[in-house]
């Protein structure tokens, strides 16, 4: 078995708790990332135009620094199952500057993300543009959305990461 690695954003803990079910499904490592400022209720108000995610996500060439202490050393992994929430039908901006700041040229890497009505569609677009920006040679596996036992089993099935 390969050495597989959950790593994953939560601002509110629902991607958290999908995490944790993936990781004991798997028997792999978990690990969380943290925003190098953290957000706040406030800053997650989408009814709001001006809250801090709202403008982030709206911005193309936006970075949401990732908290360097909470960035783990990848090297040990072949498998990186990337976690996050869907926001405006992306990855939050935090997930490219993950992506900018760690070494995955040869690496499986798969996204997953919690969603309220969103598909994964664009999500994997994005990251797939944020490794070619980056030049690197990950394989990046089909993302899904998941939010529940049924589709985590579903998904890792189709990635063949379960027996």
């Given at each position: 078995m390969?050495?597989?690695?959950?790593?994953?954003f939560?601002?509110?803990?629902t991607?958290?708790?999908?995490?944790?079910?993936?990781?004991?499904?798997?028997?792999?490592?978990?690990?969380?990332?943290?925003?190098?400022?953290?957000y706040?209720?406030?800053?997650?108000?989408?009814?709001?135009?001006?809250s801090?995610?709202?403008?982030?996500?709206?911005?193309?060439a936006?970075?949401v620094a990732?908290?360097?202490?909470?960035l783990?050393?990848?090297?040990?992994?072949q498998?990186?199952?990337?976690?996050?929430?869907?926001?405006w039908?992306?990855?939050?901006?935090?997930?490219?500057?993950?992506?900018d700041?760690?070494?995955?040229?040869?690496?499986?890497?798969?996204?997953?993300?919690?969603?309220?009505?969103?598909?994964?569609?664009?999500?994997q677009?994005n990251?797939?543009?944020t490794?070619?920006?980056?030049?690197?040679?990950?394989?990046?596996?089909p993302?899904?959305?998941?939010?529940?036992?049924?589709q985590?089993?579903?998904?890792l099935s189709?990635?063949?990461l379960?027996?």
């Amino acid at each position: 078995m390969t050495k597989t690695l959950v790593l994953y954003f939560s601002a509110t803990k629902t991607t958290q708790r999908v995490a944790e079910q993936l990781a004991q499904k798997l028997g792999a490592d978990i690990h969380e990332l943290r925003a190098q400022q953290p957000y706040t209720a406030a800053d997650l108000n989408w009814h709001d135009p001006k809250s801090r995610t709202s403008v982030e996500q709206h911005e193309y060439a936006s970075r949401v620094a990732v908290d360097p202490a909470s960035l783990p050393d990848v090297s040990g992994y072949q498998t990186i199952l990337l976690g996050h929430p869907v926001w405006w039908g992306i990855p939050p901006r935090l997930i490219d500057d993950t992506i900018d700041n760690l070494d995955l040229n040869g690496k499986r890497l798969a996204g997953f993300a919690t969603s309220g009505g969103s598909d994964y569609g664009r999500s994997q677009r994005n990251l797939a543009r944020t490794l070619r920006e980056n030049h690197s040679t990950a394989d990046l596996l089909p993302g899904a959305v998941v939010m529940n036992g049924r589709q985590i089993d579903q998904w890792l099935s189709r990635l063949q990461l379960t027996d």
